[in-house]
Every structure is written in structure tokens, then in C-alpha cells.
């Protein structure tokens, strides 16, 4: 289609080609009524001609299709007139032709007479009684409405240019633009959000070559952040798509908050659920069998120590791996051990599946020193024997926080890894434009663009284009009725005064507050209550937590929340549809409220545990109270049982190798002991101080696993109770290139012990052996 909207030199040549094109765009629309309808006309426009014949202006005012279309073959229309169901790739196909044939008018025209001002409404019925889509009627009736001038419609044409836009999208994309929509089915369910990214396809684009380069034997990494609900996740989770798409695997874990206790939360969620999606598909027993054999053969009893944090392991390897007398309490470097245990699970599977690894950790601005010093090994490890990488990471964190934080763990990963040559890809996403908006509406409804930028407009007016705030509003006007599909026009519909009457928040936290407000109390308590343990949760727990806290409706009441769209349900999980909605839940209740319900769920919850036997109700029991604190308790006679619940966490994280959670618990432990501890509960004490002094060595702490040494030291009822305490000052001296100092207090404690040492070689002559005899070995 040529668009004669040229601009003219002056007002009388702009208003000849305004009213030019309008007469062109009315006659098109001619055109294609008598298209779909099978050779029929317009009623309305018969019975006007009818008027205008008797009146003697027959003419002046013919608006007759064939005078229109000149020379312009009929057999275009003769083919299709006769087709009771509209075949919409063959009756489209046809425009080529009339663009070529349709110029689209005669050479000159005549002026209209004054009936043609008057407003003249055309009936799209018969159309509609053969079928011919809704949008396709209503893009022919907004063609025709444009005769009416100053009374036409807002969706009336004004310009061939739009027309032709139109047409295109309707061509290109029929199923969302041409195609009928259920709009009953809407009526029932609402507004439904699609999955499709908006505005995002250079950044894409960047993380996928990002991905080819390292999978292609250069090492990268990527990072994505900006604001929150600016679609960082969302971003990941479609790269995630082209991933397993190529072929390779995508591990997804996720840190959170309110789960920094618990040991390796992330890694362990992404690994875990890769392990229990293999045992979920049959297709793939030959390769779990592979899988199972390489971890015995490359790890042999030590796979024991992956299992305590990816427990669906057990499953794969066909029996529970459970060997705890192997358990190595004494290990100071376990975390190494974790480390490369990882780089030989990514390892097995990449060369079982003979594809790459991508692991995708969310919310990096929660994680922990262990965490990343994990990912740190996988980077610099996997892969280093062959020509082709195996493992590519990506990481989404909140804008600022990292950058400001010098020590944080990510700032030290991004340290290091330049130091090795690994180079990382950082994308920042920013809030969607007008027109990106204006997309993701129309597509959202199957409105063309052209009719939602006005109501989009004033959504990005109200939402600044944050994606997470424009979602919400939409489905919040939908539930409003101010959005809503018209069973009538058969296409949704929206009051654009009503909505920029609305008095909405600044920002997405405030509306989801807002929104959370709008619920009854019982289900805003609901909320609450699982908000308290972080972003997601299993239905298996939420229902241990019914039991637990004596809380009856507790699982319905979050059904009424997973309707109205603040959570769902997934993989066996209920999660919160977005942080900022579970912060919102989370901040309902004053501080010093939350404190207290801490308190009392995680006592709740240690009491159910111990019927249960469940270190993971345990934890989560430990972790609760622990938020709460020492001054949430009422009854001090609970400080030292809350105290042993720290100690018996502490040492179930190390068994998880996870020392940097196990040293939280036993500090958290240390803090709940009241004033004479040592007197009163020696035994728990010394346990706590001793094994707290011990996991800060391993995490590299070694002021406060002094403070802790010491301690011990001063506290000791006898030598034998203060020997371990010597043996992780001695350690902490070697680590501390006190080697010297190390030895001779070594000396000293074997002298005191009846081991006398009298052999004559020098200290240093003694170093220089032990570094030949470890040159043999690897780390």
C-alpha cells in the first residue's frame, strides 16, 4: 500500500491530502466489504446511493466499487465472493494484487455532497454471519467510519500508512492479530499473562553470545541487574529456554533473605532439582545409570558428602548414602572438598550427556561466602582438561547493593576470576519505553497497536514501565472490571477515564501492600506466615505448619491468595508470584511482631521435630528462631535449650560442609546463653565455643576463631577439655604463615601429653621434608 499522507507546503495542500487519503482509506474499505462478504455491499451505503439517486445525485455521489477500482480484474472479487467460510491466508493473499491494480482511486474525484458529512453507521453483521473474524469486521468498519469526518470514531483511519501496519500484523501474526479470541472463556478466567519478553532482545542476544564464547572454549560468565520487577529473572529464565534448547542443561537455584542459614540453599535447590527432574523421566534411566556409575568410579565413598546437600542424589545412585562413620569431623579445609566434589558432579554430568552446564543463581545479593566461593571453583575447574568448556554461569542481582558492598562475596568472585583470565558479561536492564509497552499490551490482549497506545500510554504514566508494576496494574484493572473482554465486540475493552481516575502508588511495593490490604485478615495472616520463610516453600511444609502451629486453614486461605494471583503453585512449591510481593507480606506486621512470631513458630516447630526426626524441620525450626532473637524470648529457661538447638544445627551443617552456616549457628547458640553459662551448663558451653572457634578457621575467620580459642582456654575445667582448642590455635598459626610458631606450640602440647621429641633436626629441616613428601600429592 502507498500512503498518500504526504505533508503539503501549505494548509490548502494538507487539507486536500488529508481528505485524499481518507477518501482512499473509505474506498479500500469498500473494497474489502465486498470481498468478505462475497460480492454484497453495505446495506447502509445502498440505501444512501437509493437517496442520493431519487435527489438527482447519482452522479456526484456514486461511491460504486467497480467506478472506484477503474480497470482493477473483477475476477479478484468473483473468486472469494462465494465462500461461506473465510479462508484468511487465501483471502489476504489477494492484497498483493489490488495494491498493484488499486492506486486506489480514479485519477480525480468528486466532491462529496453534504449527505456525506452526515455520520453513516455500516452494519458489519453480514460479515460476522460468514465468519469473517472480528478483527478483520472491525478493521474494515474503523476504514469506512473515516468518511464521517469530525464524527467518526477514535479507532477510525487516519492515515493508509496505519491501514497498511494493520494488515501486515494481521498477515504476520494471525493467531494473536486476525483470529477470534475465546472471550467467553476470558470472561471466566480473566486476564491471562503471556510468557513473551518485551524490549529485551539485545540483551538476549549479548547473553547467548556470551554463552557461545565460553561453550566454545573461552570462559566467561554473565551478571544481570537493574531495579526490582524489571524482568532480571525473566531475562535469565528465557536464556535458560535457549539453552536446553541447543542442548544443554540449565540448573536454576535461588538466594533468599530469609534462608541465608540454611546450608548451600541455592546450590543445593538447583542441583537437587535437576537430580529429582531426572528421576521424574523415564526416557532417561540409561542415562541416570551412567550418571550413578561415573559418581562411584570419580568420587567413590565421598559422593556421601554430596548427598547431605543434594538429597535426590540418593535416588539416582539407588540407595541412600549413609555412611556416617566415613563422616571426616576433623576435615578443616571441607570446603575445598565440597568445591571440587561440585566440579566433578558438573563434570559427570556434562560428559553424560555430552552438553554444558549453565547454572543460574537469582538474588545474588543474599549469597554467601561459601556459596560463591563454590561458584569461583566452577568457573576456574570445570573444563580445564579439554578443549570445551562445560560449565557457563549466570547471576541476577538487585542494582547497587553489590557494587556498593566492597566485601560482598560477588565483588570478591569478580576480583578473582579477572585475576585468572575470566573475562564476564554485565548487562543492566532498565524500565520498558512507550513503545515496548505499548507491544506488551497489545499482544497481551490481541488488540492492535494502534488502539491500545492511548490506554497504554496511561498505563506507562502510572507505572514508569516497570514490567512488574504494568503486569499488576493490568490484572488489578481486569479485576476492577475497568479492563475487560466484551462479549459483544468480541474483544477486550477498557474505560481510559475511569483509569486515570485512579489514585495508585509510586512505586510496586507500595501497590502490592496495598493490594495484600485489600484481602481478609485470615488470608493476609496466611500470607504472613509463609512470607516469614522466604520466597518459596513446600506444600509439604505449609502443611507441617498447619500442624505445627495449630493454625487450621492455613492451605485454603493461600488458595484464595494463589486466585487472586499474589502466589502459585508449582513443582510441588508454593511461591510468592514476585519478592516484592513477599516483602510486602513480610512487612505487614511491625518489627518487634515479627520477632515474636519468629519465636514462637520456630519453638513450634523444634517441638514438631523432634517427633519427627526431620533435620529440615530442624533447621528451619533453628533458623525462625534465630530471626527472632534473644530478646524475643519470655521465659529465660529456654535460652539454653534454644542454645543446644543451635549446636545440634551447627553440627548438621557440617556434615553438610557448609562451615560458613555451621559458625552462624553456634555464634547465633553463643548468644542465647545467659549470664554464668560456664557454671551452669559447662558441657554445652565449651561445645559450642570450641566448635565455633573451629568452623572460623575454616571460613578463613581467624580473629574471632582467636576470641573463641581463648575463651576456651580461660573457661577449661582441665588440659584434655582445652586440647582441641590448641590444636585450632596450632592450625591457625600455620595458616597464618606462623609455621615456625605452629611447630614449637605442637612441641609444646605433645611435651605436656608425655611425648617427648628429641629429635635433633631443625624446624626448618623438618618443613622441607614434609613439602617433599606432599609434592607427590595433589590438593
Known sequence: FKSNDDD????????????????HIYSLGLVFYEIFSGGGRPPEIEQQQN??????????????????????????????????????????????????????????????????????DVSLEPLKGKRVPVQLCDLIANMLDCINGTLSGDDAYQSMTHVRDDLQLMLERPAIYLYDQDMGRLSMTGLQLGNTIFGRNEELSSLKECYRRSVSGKTEFAFISGHAGIGKSFLAYEFGKHVIMSGGIFLAGKFDQLQQGKPFSALAAAFNGYCGMLMQSSELQKRREVVASKLRSSLGREVYYLTKIIPCLNDILGSEQSDDSFYDDGCVDAQRRLQYLLCQFVEVLSSSFAAPVTLFLDDLQWADSASIAAVRQLLCSTGSSSKQKQFFFVGCHLEGIIDIDSAHPVRE?????????????????????????????????????????????????????????????????NKKNLLFPSLSRRRWEWDNEKIMSQKLPDDVAAFFTQSIADLPSNVRISLFHISCFGASVEIAFVKT???????????????????????????DQIRFSHDRIQEAAYNTLPADERCLFHHVCGMALASYSTSESDDTILLAAVNQINLGGPSAIQDTSQSFTIAALNLKAGQKAMVMSDFGAAYSY??????????????????????????????????????NSKLHSEQVMKEARSFEDALNVMYISTCALAYSSGLPDSVENSVGVLTKLGIDLKESRSTEACIQETMTLLSTRTD
Open 8 to 23: 503539503g507546503d501549505d494548509d490548502a495542500k494538507h487539507d486536500n491530502g488529508s481528505s485524499t487519503s481518507t477518501q
Open 545 to 571: 505448619l498447619e500442624i505445627a502451629l495449630e493454625m487450621r486453614g492455613l492451605c485454603d486461605n493461600l488458595d484464595i491468595a494463589v486466585d487472586v494471583g499474589l502466589l502459585e503453585k508449582k513443582d
Open 51 to 120: 437517496v442520493a439517486t431519487r435527489s438527482g445525485d447519482a452522479e456526484t455521489d456514486d461511491f460504486s466499487i467497480q467506478e472506484e477500482l477503474g480497470d482493477l480484474d473483477s475476477s479478484l472479487l468473483v473468486n472469494h465472493a462465494a465462500a461461506p467460510i473465510i479462508d484468511v491466508e487465501g483471502q489476504l493473499s489477494i492484497f498483493d494484487n489490488i495494491e498493484d491494480e488499486f492506486n486506489l482511486l480514479p485519477k480525480k474525484r468528486h466532491t462529496q455532497n453534504s449527505d456525506y458529512q452526515n455520520r453513516c
Open 413 to 477: 568472585l569478580v576480583c578473582h576470576t579477572e585475576l585468572l583470565g575470566v573475562s564476564f558479561t554485565s548487562l543492566k536492564l532498565d524500565s520498558m519505553g512507550e513503545e515496548t509497552l505499548n507491544a506488551m499490551v497489545s499482544e497481551t490482549l490481541c488488540v492492535l497497536p494502534r488502539l491500545t497506545r492511548t490506554f497504554s500510554n496511561i498505563i506507562y504514566r502510572k507505572t514508569k514501565g516497570n514490567p512488574l508494576f504494568v503486569s499488576q496494574l493490568m490484572l488489578s484493572l
Open 666 to 703: 553456634f555464634n547465633h547458640g553463643i548468644s542465647f546463653l545467659q549470664e554464668g553459662h560456664w557454671q551452669q551448663h559447662y558441657d554445652l558451653s565449651l561445645r559450642l565455643f570450641e566448635l565455633a572457634a573451629k568452623c572460623a578457621l575454616a571460613i578463613g575467620d581467624l580473629a
